[in-house]
Each structure stands twice: as structure tokens, then as C-alpha cells.
């Protein structure tokens, strides 16, 4: 499970705080060929951490499609040498929809060449005065078009993100905007996958410094709650599975790679601010040393710094980490697990839970039988068929009061 952060933009979102670098024209080109130069060396350094447990590749950023498509080749060429080519069971691109209405088919013929077999578009409005104030580069046709060229293409699983919450966005536009999603297809049909995200304000973003200013101000919780609402409603009525708080997918197209996430599975990050997660005593970098208590995982970070991260002697050098305890491991477990329609294994939550809390939730119904039966009396925990428990979709929106009671 391969994660490559690619830390280019050519201009920043209003509410992104996600690391990233300015790059246009010529002098950008350069920059890509010398990234890429790095991202290789760290490829080759690292290939010892990498696993083929869960067998994808997913490469974001970023603006990933400010990349020519001889860098993707590049990367994957790697992979390959490093032993962990493809390929995948799902190899993920992300996409902004002007890049592809500029390049065209063509690029995206070249991506598939290379095995990409998913495509995660960032649509986030079809609203075009919302799409202005966010500052993306893309208006409502420019994404319809992006649609119809990575479906001509041959993209068969293409996934759209889209964005609510925003004190200018209304129920009607809101509920247009869905609509709109729903009808993107040039050929009829439906989205494999939308993941679809509150606006939240991130420190360090555009957004974080009007909030600071107060020329702007969050949306009522009244607002969002109903507008999720919304949306649950809305793509359940045409079929989407909603397996994940923020995420819906037609059958069988849930993301592989998202999922091993919220299954709390050790994944390798490349590229300056990247993140990765090891197993237990897992070998890191190329030496075969290994890092961490025994029979705990290991979180690493590679730092927010391109120029650092380009002329590293060792990735290393650029690189922090934390060794993670028992305690800590069973909270990220519960608060991973809890945002799916799977939930979490009953007596794992039994063990770790606050247990006032839990009962609580099991009486409230905010914790409810994977297969749709209230828990009821606690003992009931333990004893079949209540073997997992999640929180229901309709208590997803307030599921992180809920969870930070559990732990």
C-alpha cells in the first residue's frame, strides 16, 4: 500500500492547508524532472518498507496532473525496479479538471498505459460564483467536460469530490449541485464514487486568515447537519453505498486504498509530507534497521520542504517519527473504525472503550449492530450475532462527540 504526494499547484484553494508549491511554466517542467530525480532516490531507499499486503498505489497531492505523464512513468518505473510494480488491485490518480480539458485525451490514454485504473477528479462545486470564491481554476462546464474526456478515455471508476457547508451555499444549491453530480456523464451514467466533505477551516489556509480577518464566518451547525442530510438522502436514493462517513460508492467500487486506512493497515508515504505507517519492527530505509518498541508500529512523516527533501543526503535527514503505544493504538483503531458502515469488532471495544460511555451509547442507539439490531443490555456485547458494532448514518454527522465519549 503506496502513497506518493506530489507537491505542486498552480494556485492554492481558499480552504487548503495541504502542503504544496507554486510551479508554472518552463521553469516548472524543471522542477518536476528534479523532483522526480528525489522521489526516485526515496523510492529506492525505502523499498524495504514496502509491502504488497494491500496491493495499491495511490498518487495525490497536490495538483498530481500539473505532472507530465513521463514523471508518472517514472515513478511506476521505480516501483517496479523496487519490486513493487504493478499491477495493482487499484492504482489511483487525482485529476483536476481543468489539467485534463487542457491536455486532453491523449494524457489520460497515457495514465491508463501506465495501469492507473481509478481516477478521483476534484469537482467540489457546480456552482461557479463558489468555485470562484474557493479559487479554483475550473468552472461547472470546464468539470462536465473533464467527465466526458476521462470517460472517453476509457476511465471505467472515476470518483468526484464536491464540498458543502459554506454559509453562501443554500439547501436549493446544494440539492442542485447533487443533482448535477448525479447527471455528469456524457453516456448516463452515475459516478462510481463521491466523496463529498464539510468545509472546515484548516490552520494555515487562505480561509483560516479571512476567518482571523472576520471577513468570513462558519457555517451554522444547523446548516451543515441538514445539508448532510441532504446528501445521505439524495445518493442513497440511487443506489450509493455509504460505507464511509465523508464517502459513497455504487456497488462495488468502494475505494480499496481509502479503506485500508480505516482498517488501520500499515501503508508507506513518499514525497515531502507524506505519511507512513509501519508494522512492528518493519525495516526502514535500505540499511535494514528497524525503529520502534517491539510489537509496536512506527508513524514516520517526511517534512513539508521541497528544497529539503530534493537535496537530502538520506531521507532520513528529512524525516520524523513517533513510535506509537498500545493506548494509542487502540484509540486510532476505534476512531478509524467508527467512521465505516463496518464499525468495530464488539469486544475490542468492550476492552478499550470508557465503559459508562459505551453503555450509554448502546442504550441511546449512538452505537448500533452492524447488521442493524439494537446492541441492547450491554452483556449482549459479547454473544452473537452482535460481533460489531457501528454508529448508525444517522448519527454519522455528530460521530466525533460520540467517539471522543467512547475514548
Known sequence: MIYVHIPFCRSFCTYCDFYSEVASGCRADAGYERFA???????????????????????????????????????????ETAGHGGPYDEFTVEVNPDDIVEKGPAY????????????????????????????????????????????????????IDLIFGLPQLSDRQWRDTLDRALEISSVGVLPQHISSYQLSVEPGSALAGMVSRGVWSEASEDLCARQYDILCETLASVGYDHYEISNFAQPGHAAKHNSAYWRHLPYVGLGPGAHSFLAAGQPVGTN???????????????????????HAASFAD?????????????????????????????????????????????????????????????GDLLTAPVDRLRIPESRFFVSDSIISELV
Open 318 to 378: 528529512v524525516r520524523g517519527f513517533e513510535e506509537l503505544t498500545s493506548e494509542q493504538l487502540a484509540l486510532e483503531h476505534i476512531m478509524l473504525a467508527l467512521r465505516t458502515s463496518e464499525g468495530i469488532d464488539a469486544a475490542f471495544l468492550h476492552a478499550h472503550a470508557d465503559q459508562e460511555a459505551l453503555a450509554r451509547a448502546l442504550s441511546s442507539g449512538d452505537l448500533v449492530s452492524v447488521t442493524g439490531n439494537l446492541a441492547g443490555a450491554f
Open 108 to 159: 489520460v490514454e497515457g495514465l491508463l498505459e501506465l495501469g492507473v485504473n481509478r481516477v478521483s477528479m476534484g469537482v467540489q462545486s457546480f456552482d461557479d460564483e463558489i468555485l470562484r470564491w474557493m479559487n479554483r481554476r475550473h468552472d461547472s462546464a470546464a468539470a462536465r467536460k473533464a467527465y466526458a474526456i476521462l470517460e472517453s478515455a476509457g476511465v471505467k471508476n472515476i470518483s
Open 288 to 310: 535494514g534497521r528497524s525503529v520502534g518498541v517491539p510489537g509496536l508500529p512506527v508513524r514516520m512523516w517526511n517534512n513539508p520542504d521541497l528544497n529539503a527533501y530534493m
Open 37 to 79: 530525480d528525489a522521489l526516485v532516490r526515496e523510492i529506492e531507499e525505502r523499498a524495504g518498507e514496502m509491502s504488497d499486503d494491500v496491493n495499491t498505489l495511490y498518487i495525490g497531492g497536490g495538483t498530481t496532473s500539473v505532472l507530465p505523464v513521463s514523471v508518472f512513468m517514472r515513478i511506476v518505473s521505480a516501483l
